[in-house]
């Protein structure tokens, strides 16, 4: 009884490894490009520098904006 049970598991596995990659497959061809894993993309990109560059000024503008707003209202 055990080895159907495993024989069932390992079917399953292996439908889904196929499920899996038919899905990549197909996301390659909608969006025209490879899955990139990790962070391999060119970091010598100027737009993605000046990208990185401008949310990391607003995210520093929108913190003391909320510090303030905080102050604001809890201490005046």
């Given at each position: 009884m055990?080895?159907?049970?495993?024989?069932?598991?390992?079917?399953a596995?292996?439908?889904?490894?196929?499920?899996?990659?038919?899905?990549?497959?197909?996301?390659?061809?909608?969006?025209?490009?490879?899955?990139?894993?990790?962070?391999?993309?060119?970091?010598?990109?100027?737009?993605?520098?000046?990208?990185?560059?401008?949310?990391?000024?607003?995210?520093?503008?929108?913190?003391?904006?909320?510090?303030?707003?905080?102050?604001?209202?809890?201490?005046?």
């Amino acid at each position: 009884m055990n080895t159907s049970r495993e024989e069932r598991y390992e079917a399953a596995a292996q439908k889904a490894r196929a499920e899996l990659r038919r899905i990549e497959q197909q996301s390659e061809k909608v969006l025209g490009a490879p899955s990139v894993k990790g962070d391999a993309q060119d970091e010598d990109d100027p737009i993605e520098r000046l990208g990185k560059r401008i949310g990391f000024g607003l995210s520093i503008l929108l913190g003391v904006y909320v510090a303030w707003w905080f102050w604001d209202q809890f201490f005046n």
